[in-house]
Every structure is written in C-alpha cells, then in structure tokens.
C-alpha cells in the first residue's frame, strides 16, 4: 500500500520561507511522477508544482520563480522549498503521486500539511 506522509508546515511571516517534505512508502518512488498541491477553503484542490520520474518540473504560474519542487530518490522523498511566501499563498498543502510520467499526478494523496502566511 502505497502511503504518503508530508511535514513542514507551519506559520511564517510574508516574505518567508518554507520547505515541506514528503515521504513515500509502499511504492517504487524513483517510478512515480510526484506532485504538490494546495486547497484554500471552499476551493478545489490545485496543482503547484510537480516532479516527472526524470526530473522535468512544473508550476503553475503563480509560484514561478518563488517555489522549487526537486526529489531524493534515495530518500523516496519529494520536497517543496517555498520562498518569497505571500498571505495568499495560505492553504492546505497535498503531496500526491502516480506510478507513471504525468505532470499531473493524482493516484495517491497525503493528508496535508497546514501552512499559513501571516504577520
């Protein structure tokens, strides 16, 4: 059974910085596309950033030049470095994988990680 268990979370103040993790077991990670999401209240689940099995890496445009997604297959961990962090960058954040090259990898889900961004 493949699970997914993310950290790093936390209250930070505007311009700060954050790096969530996120630990995969069950599963031949270095096979599995991974990715990051978030959810704000009363939205639907949205795609930040995701990692191929070779590396290739996505984000949407809002965290373009401020979010770094990158992975340690050694680890079977996937990471998100948060920088530059804005109150609108406030949600819930996912960690999800699939077992094969999807940009947009949603077969497994963590349980999500809090971060919040406020003075």
Same mark, same amino acid.
Request: charged residues 20%; glycine residues 10%.
């Given at each position: 059974? #493949?699970?997914?268990?993310?950290?790093?979370?936390?209250?930070?103040?505007?311009?700060?910085?954050?790096?969530?993790?996120?630990?995969?077991?069950?599963?031949?990670?270095?096979?599995?596309?991974?990715?990051?999401?978030?959810?704000?209240?009363? &939205?639907?689940?949205?795609?930040?950033?995701?990692?191929?099995?070779?590396?290739?890496?996505?984000?949407?445009?809002?965290? &373009?030049?401020?979010?770094?997604?990158?992975?340690?297959? +050694? &680890?079977?961990?996937?990471?998100?470095?948060?920088?530059?962090?804005?109150?609108?960058?406030?949600?819930?954040?996912?960690?999800?994988?699939?077992?094969?090259?999807?940009?947009?990898?949603? +077969?497994?889900?963590?349980?999500?990680?809090?971060?919040? #961004?406020?003075?």
């Amino acid at each position: 059974q #493949v699970q997914l268990v993310e950290s790093g979370g936390g209250l930070v103040q505007p311009g700060g910085s954050l790096r969530l993790s996120c630990v995969v077991s069950g599963g031949a990670f270095e096979n599995y596309a991974m990715g990051w999401y978030r959810q704000f209240p009363e &939205k639907e689940r949205e795609l930040v950033a995701s990692i191929s099995m070779s590396a290739y890496e996505y984000y949407t445009d809002s965290v &373009k030049g401020r979010f770094t997604i990158s992975r340690d297959n +050694d &680890k079977n961990t996937v990471y998100l470095q948060m920088g530059s962090l804005k109150p609108e960058d406030t949600a819930v954040y996912y960690c999800a994988g699939a077992p094969r090259n999807t940009y947009h990898p949603r +077969d497994y889900w963590g349980r999500g990680t809090q971060v919040t #961004v406020s003075p």
